[in-house]
């Protein structure tokens, strides 16, 4: 039969419409080098601009009412889940054209809308399909507008991620210019979420990435109960039916079990398939170092099942974390968070220090080690404090920024204040056997011109004017029982300064810490 060759064509431009709705591009995912970043501060310049929503009217509808009938169908008609205990971590939402992925998208979706939890930030991961990236593009720049509105991009959040990530991380306008798996979780947000929340967008393809990704977004969430993760994926791509739901199931599997070490594996391999692979595995990693110990499968299902053909089709999942009560540390020994660094990381951090100190003192070197957790490698100052029946033996500190991961600055201050505070002679071997080390992580120093922004026992006092400099930590005032104003005197006399010196143009900055010791 000879075909007319208009007809050909037609049929072939039908033939990759049905491909691109299904969800575009994938085969175009793979890592090259990208250009340098064009902002890779922490800064918010260009805080008017918003990203137009580039895939209305062809993706999903264009019409505002119409595009809030079709995304509340979805979310009314997935089933309610019996309420969850803990807090709700993340989402795993597919990113196709709506007709296909929309009714499993629902099920994340509906989850959320009925969470008495309402996020205020919504960290979107996903992948870049178009824009080969081979880093990380954190858009610190611009708000995204959908036919429901225009989203606030969450500035300041996303300005502390890219400083945060110590210029691993930038913003690459190119990236996010037609980007389709960021911009499909957003009308499912405007109708699951109350208006007012921001979001932060971040694209990543390498897996390289997500353990960096999953540190400084656990120190996030650690601290901030209104900020989830939604990380954006769908899953294996244009393979038969039979055969994607066979492949799908063995992926699915793994995300359940919250096996990090296998999905990352699985996902090098090429054995288990998401196109959004390196924003599921951060999200995962997210998930561990919070206490969840699984992913709840919600929905799956393939464009086979939701009005594609079934010749080959593509899959999609929609799952959650919870980090539970349950599965998290109390005090007297599990996994629970407190602060930015878990139980197991601090008793790490505290042996690291221990360990350093007798081998400096008794041979003169620094051991080498190689931290178990990625947390320990982070950019952050810190100071260690050395007791000996509770009074101080030794105490010495750097802030940030520092170029050294925590774990080494804990070296470098454990021999400092062992050997180097000019207050106290050096420690000796025998005295190791009974101090006890404490350790403060550090945030960033602010510097303020209003005295009641200290918090007495939440924030340490650092005072400057001229070359005199003195610091004390969060816990001195505590310890002391001082209140907010004998408190700045005391830090004016740390640093060799009149007691009022705070009030007659001294410098006053206040940062805060995360302390714990070995007696906690």
């Known amino acids: 039969m000879k075909v007319d060759a208009g007809l050909a064509n037609s049929l072939s431009v039908l033939i990759v419409i049905i ?36 895939f209305s009217g062809a993706w999903y509808p264009s019409d505002a009412k119409e595009l809030a009938r079709v995304v509340d169908g979805y979310i009314n008609d997935a089933a309610k889940l019996a309420p969850q205990k803990g807090r709700l971590v993340g989402l795993v939402s597919p990113h196709a054209g709506f007709v ?21 930030t919504i960290i979107l991961i996903g992948p870049s399909h178009r824009y080969r990236l081979s880093g990380v593009s954190v858009n610190n720049v611009e708000d995204y507008r959908t036919p429901l509105g225009v989203i606030e991009n969450d500035r300041e959040l996303s300005g502390q991620i890219i400083k945060a990530s110590s210029g691993l991380f930038g913003y690459i306008p190119n990236a996010h210019a037609r980007e389709h798996s960021l911009e499909a979780q957003l009308p499912f947000l405007q109708r699951s979420l109350p208006k007012g929340f921001k979001i932060v967008p971040i694209l990543v393809n390498n897996t390289d990435h997500s353990e960096k990704l999953a540190a400084i977004l656990t120190t996030i969430l650690g601290i901030r109960d209104d900020v989830i993760v939604v990380a954006s994926s769908d899953m294996s791509h244009y393979l038969p039916y039979d055969q994607a739901k066979q492949v799908d199931e063995q992926t699915l599997s793994i995300m359940e079990k919250l096996d990090v070490t296998g999905l990352e594996r699985g996902l090098k391999s090429d054995k288990l398939k998401l196109c959004g692979g390196a924003a599921v595995l951060t999200l995962a990693k997210i998930g561990k170092r919070l206490g969840a110990s699984k992913m709840l499968r919600l929905f799956a ?75 320990l490698n ?29 774990y080494a600055i804990v070296q470098e201050m454990a021999v400092a204040a062992s050997t180097q505070d000019p207050r106290f002679r050096p420690v000796s071997l025998s ?12 945030s960033e120093l602010k510097k303020i011109d209003d005295i009641s922004e200290i918090k007495v026992g939440v924030h340490g006092i650092e005072i400057q004017k001229g070359h005199n400099r003195g610091v004390l930590l969060p816990q001195v005032a505590t310890e002391q029982g001082w209140d907010r104003t004998e408190f700045l005197e005391n830090t004016c006399r740390k640093a060799s300064l009149p007691r009022d010196a705070y009030k007659k143009g001294a410098a006053i900055y206040i940062f805060s810490a995360q302390v714990f010791g070995e007696k906690d």
């Open 19 to 54: 491909l691109i709705a299904l969800c575009p591009f994938e085969a175009f995912s793979k890592e090259v080098s990208a250009p340098p970043s064009s902002s890779s501060s922490g800064d918010s310049s260009g805080a008017n601009e918003v990203r137009d929503a580039v």
């Open 100 to 120: 296909y992925s929309g009714p499993v998208a629902g099920y994340g979706y509906e989850l959320l809308k009925e969470q008495a939890q309402k996020p205020s």
């Open 431 to 442: 005295e190791t056997e009974d101090m006890d080390i404490e350790i403060s992580v550090l």
């Open 301 to 375: 299902a393939n464009s086979g099942d939701t009005g594609g053909s079934r010749e080959t089709v593509v899959g999609y999942g929609s799952l959650a974390v919870f980090a539970t009560a349950s599965a998290r540390k109390t005090k007297d020994g599990g996994n629970k968070v407190d602060g930015q660094l878990l139980i197991d990381e601090k008793r790490e951090l505290l042996k690291i220090a221990r360990d350093t100190i007798v081998e400096y003192v008794r041979n003169g070197h620094v051991p080498k080690v190689r931290p178990t957790s990625e947390n």
């Open 378 to 406: 982070m950019r952050r100052g810190a100071f260690v404090t050395i007791k000996m029946d509770g009074m101080l033996r030794g105490c010495i500190g750097r802030f940030s920024p520092v170029s050294e991961p925590l």
